[in-house]
């Protein structure tokens, strides 16, 4: 079964350094997600990017932070100069378009899990 | 996005059905219900979704109040591997680019 896949599934990093985070999406998905999730909060969604732009982003996704797809498989998260306050597990998720953006199903991949130190 | 109720934990027996409920009062006639799972240590998983009739897949079924006001997960024979925290969310055709809001869900812990 086709599956998201996430690289590294453990990053440490030092404070002000730079991150990126690498996600395969399912090979015919067009709609792409970022989440994270702070040890022992809820799962915050981050942004969503579709047709090599973003559809749309929350607060958390301030200018420290940019999407990329560089090339037809792969989906980037980059955070500039890390905080603190980045460590958290980052999830990519992908979902095609065929039912609509009420009924797509997002598929995760098993996460990125973020140390700054 | 309209807002779910779900209690923070339920328990379960091995092998016995589990229903998760789930509060979503404000609900708009577009808004469908969807549930996700999450298990440990691992990324949230689709489990089912709906909008008005009942539905059935090979992981679930999906109970939806008449006034929809509410609906129920059925796990038919909980397992240790359901042993995951539950989310209910509700998507509309206007969410745009599709995002997933996620509650505190359901913790939901299967005994043997």
């Known amino acids: 079964e086709p599956e998201v896949t996430q690289t590294p599934s453990h990053q440490v990093t030092q404070m002000g350094q730079e991150v990126i985070l690498r996600c395969v999406p399912i090979?015919?998905?067009?709609?792409f997600y970022w989440y994270r999730q702070i040890l022992g909060q809820k799962v915050e969604f981050l942004v969503s990017?579709?047709?090599?732009?973003?559809?749309?982003k929350s607060e958390i996704f301030d200018d420290q932070f940019s999407v990329e797809r560089p090339d037809g498989s792969n989906f980037t998260l980059k955070i500039r100069s890390t905080k603190l306050e980045d460590s958290a597990m980052y999830f990519c998720?992908?979902?095609?378009?065929?039912?609509?953006?009420?009924?797509?199903?997002?598929?995760f991949g098993a996460g990125t899990r973020l140390s700054v130190l | 996005d309209a807002k779910t109720t779900q209690p923070n934990s339920m328990e379960s027996n091995e092998e016995e059905p589990v229903h998760l409920p789930c509060n979503h009062s404000t609900i708009s006639g577009t808004d469908y219900i969807h549930w996700y799972r999450q298990l440990p240590s691992q990324g949230p998983e689709y489990v089912i979704h709906?909008?008005?009739s009942n539905v059935n897949n090979r992981m679930a079924s999906l109970a939806i109040a008449e006034d929809r006001k509410s609906s129920t997960l059925i796990l038919h024979r909980a397992t240790l591997r359901d042993a995951a925290v539950y989310y209910c969310i509700l998507r509309d055709s206007y969410n745009q680019g599709g995002k997933l809001i996620f509650g505190q869900g359901t913790e939901l812990s299967v005994k043997p």
């Open positions: 090979s015919n998905h067009l709609y």
């Open positions: 998720a992908s979902s095609d378009v065929v039912q609509g953006l009420a009924k797509n199903i997002q598929y």
């Open positions: 709906g909008l008005t």
């Open positions: 990017f579709y047709n090599n732009e973003i559809s749309e």
